[in-house]
């Protein structure tokens, strides 16, 4: 076990969560995060209908065997007509969840009622100034994405090795960082750097317990950190995915029609990655992966998954101890 004020604040065995991945986390996923003794977040936009979410949340209960898990709300910039998210949070603590992960447009108008119910709120955001206005407001924790994340890393682009020291010297509640991370020694270089615990997404995606077509995870485990690249800069939305044959007409689209939303739809669309993960097909859509899938070496359980991180990590700590005398010395250089 490696405490830190994270796994204090969740009740885990190991400082990572398991990010909330669109139409893949649920109960399953979720479940098994919380039996390998980290976090995981079911969510909530995969299960549309709010009974499903209920049935879901209930299952992922029953699964977990007592370990905590939480749901994750990505919300939109802009509250829009017919979003659910007030009903989402109202049903969230009505099932007695004890953890959200939030993301999007600020949370604070939904803070009181979450925090009367004793509920602690984790904020994802893309950089650090957004993590301060959320210390600001009251969440439990921070978590901060860096620009090698799959999904959405923001527009100014900072990798995680910059925004994971910046953040711990700016904030002093617990931190979250990720995008790249897929590695135990990564996780004890983000410690190092300050934070309290890693987000991993694109590690996670070639376990046995997602559900997605064992074509889509086969190719990934033959990807690299090469086989990535950023759309959707002329939206000001950036997301990096898997390189397929929608992202390179993607990219045609945005250099003879920059920001046109219209002629990109069809092709970004949510709906057209879901399909990708039902048949295998992984040309269509722009399915989130992060440069992290050079260590997505083969589908195996969850909890294998985990235990691999923390003998990595366990392996790093030996290195670094025996470096201590070296870096002793070091001291009285200059």
Request: contains cysteine.
């Amino acid at each position: 076990m490696i405490k830190t004020r994270l796994t204090d604040l969740l009740g885990i065995d190991y400082p990572i969560i398991a990010g909330g991945l669109q139409w893949l986390a649920n109960a399953d996923y979720v479940s098994a995060a919380a039996r390998a003794g980290i976090m995981g977040f079911i969510t909530a936009a995969s299960f549309p209908d709010l009974d499903d979410l209920r049935a879901e949340i209930r299952k992922c209960r029953e699964l977990s065997k007592g370990k905590p898990f939480g749901v994750n709300v990505s919300m939109f910039p802009k509250l829009v007509e017919g979003e659910k998210t007030q009903q989402i949070f109202d049903l969230i603590v009505e099932e007695g969840v004890k953890f959200v992960e939030t993301s999007g447009r600020n949370p604070e108008p939904y803070l009181p009622a979450l925090k009367a119910a004793g509920i602690k709120v984790i904020h994802k955001v893309p950089g650090v100034k957004f993590a301060k206005k959320a210390e600001a407001i009251g969440v439990d924790a921070v978590t901060i994405i860096g620009a090698e994340c799959g999904g959405h890393p923001g527009l100014d682009m900072v990798g995680t090795i910059i925004q994971a020291n910046v953040a711990a010297r700016a904030l002093t509640i617990p931190l979250i960082v990720g995008g790249g991370i897929g590695t135990g020694e990564q996780l004890l270089a983000a410690l190092a750097l300050g934070a309290d615990g890693v987000i991993i997404g694109t590690r996670f995606l070639v376990c046995e317990e997602i559900w997605a077509h064992d074509l889509y995870k086969q190719r990934l485990v033959q990807a690299n950190e090469t086989d990535t690249t950023l759309s959707l800069q002329s939206l000001r939305n950036t997301a990096r995915s898997l390189r397929n044959e929608t992202t390179a007409v993607v990219e045609k689209i945005e250099k003879e029609t920059p920001g046109d939303l219209g002629k990109l739809m069809p092709h970004i669309s949510g709906k057209v990655g879901k399909v990708a993960y039902e048949t295998g097909d992984w040309s269509k859509g722009l399915l989130a992966v992060g440069q992290s899938v050079a260590f997505a070496e083969k589908v195996e359980p969850l909890s294998d998954i985990v235990q691999g991180l923390m003998s990595e990590a366990s392996a790093a700590t030996a290195r670094l101890n025996s470096l201590t005398g070296g870096l002793a010395d070091m001291k009285d250089v200059g």
